[in-house]
């Protein structure tokens, strides 16, 4: 008869266990999670705040291109509030406050992403009329306002309810639940 050793071919003379099984993960994935989150939304307010603060110039035209940019730094902003998310989650915390934190940051993203587009918008109004002569610079123009107001509009669309969302009561639900096995 055939018998099938269970010993870890790793670890001499460790022996799996069943109760050691994915959730004995969670914590580490949950600090996994911690540090992408925290590398994330302080790399998205670096570049930003160095954009606006430190390279800001009084053009129309800087304005502009500051908002597409914005804008297009916005996934990362969106990847570091769900890393966050999830590290709260398989770190298992029962921080109410801290998830509700996260929400307001989502929903100020969603906020501030359809201001965005609404400036966006007056300054390709204002530029339109300086480039009306120019063929090349009022196509390019023009594609950069339709992919800054598509990206202002997906960021309010999803961020504003997910963060109307997680502010919600939780309604005698555990707010987190942790990873399960």
Same mark, same amino acid.
């Not at 004995?24 to 939304?41: D, K």
């Not at 997910?162 to 096995?181: C, E, H, M, Q, T």
């Given at each position: 008869?055939?018998?099938?050793?269970?010993?870890?071919?790793?670890? $001499?003379? /460790?022996?799996?266990?069943?109760?050691?099984?994915? /959730?004995?993960?969670?914590?580490?994935?949950?600090?996994?999670?911690?540090?992408?989150?925290?590398?994330?939304? @302080?790399?998205?307010? @670096?570049? *930003?705040?160095?954009?606006?603060?430190?390279? #800001?110039?009084? *053009? $129309?035209?800087?304005?502009?291109?500051?908002?597409?940019? %914005?804008?297009?730094?916005?996934?990362?902003?969106?990847?570091?509030?769900?890393?966050?998310?999830?590290?709260?989650?398989? #770190?298992?915390?029962?921080?109410?406050?801290?998830?509700?934190?996260?929400?307001?940051?989502?929903?100020?993203?969603?906020?501030?992403?359809?201001?965005?587009? /609404?400036?966006?918008?007056?300054?390709?109004?204002?530029?339109?009329?300086? /480039?009306?002569?120019?063929?090349?610079?009022?196509?390019?123009?023009?594609? %950069? %306002?339709?992919?800054?107001?598509?990206?202002?509009?997906?960021?309010?669309?999803?961020?504003? $309810?997910?963060?109307?969302?997680?502010?919600? #009561? $939780?309604?005698?639900? #555990?707010?987190?639940?942790?990873?399960?096995?």
């Amino acid at each position: 008869m055939l018998t099938v050793s269970t010993r870890s071919p790793i670890v $001499p003379h /460790a022996t799996p266990r069943a109760s050691e099984g994915v /959730a004995a993960f969670a914590p580490h994935v949950g600090l996994a999670m911690l540090a992408a989150g925290l590398g994330y939304l @302080i790399g998205s307010i @670096i570049d *930003v705040g160095v954009l606006w603060g430190l390279q #800001r110039q009084a *053009v $129309p035209q800087w304005e502009f291109v500051a908002i597409g940019n %914005t804008l297009e730094a916005f996934p990362r902003f969106t990847m570091a509030l769900a890393f966050l998310y999830g590290a709260l989650y398989f #770190r298992r915390s029962e921080r109410v406050a801290a998830y509700r934190v996260l929400a307001v940051g989502l929903l100020l993203g969603g906020i501030a992403a359809a201001a965005l587009g /609404a400036l966006l918008l007056t300054d390709y109004l204002a530029l339109a009329r300086v /480039a009306a002569g120019q063929a090349g610079a009022l196509d390019l123009l023009r594609t %950069t %306002t339709f992919k800054g107001l598509a990206l202002s509009g997906l960021f309010t669309v999803t961020l504003v $309810p997910i963060g109307l969302l997680g502010l919600r #009561r $939780p309604g005698g639900r #555990r707010v987190s639940g942790g990873a399960r096995d």
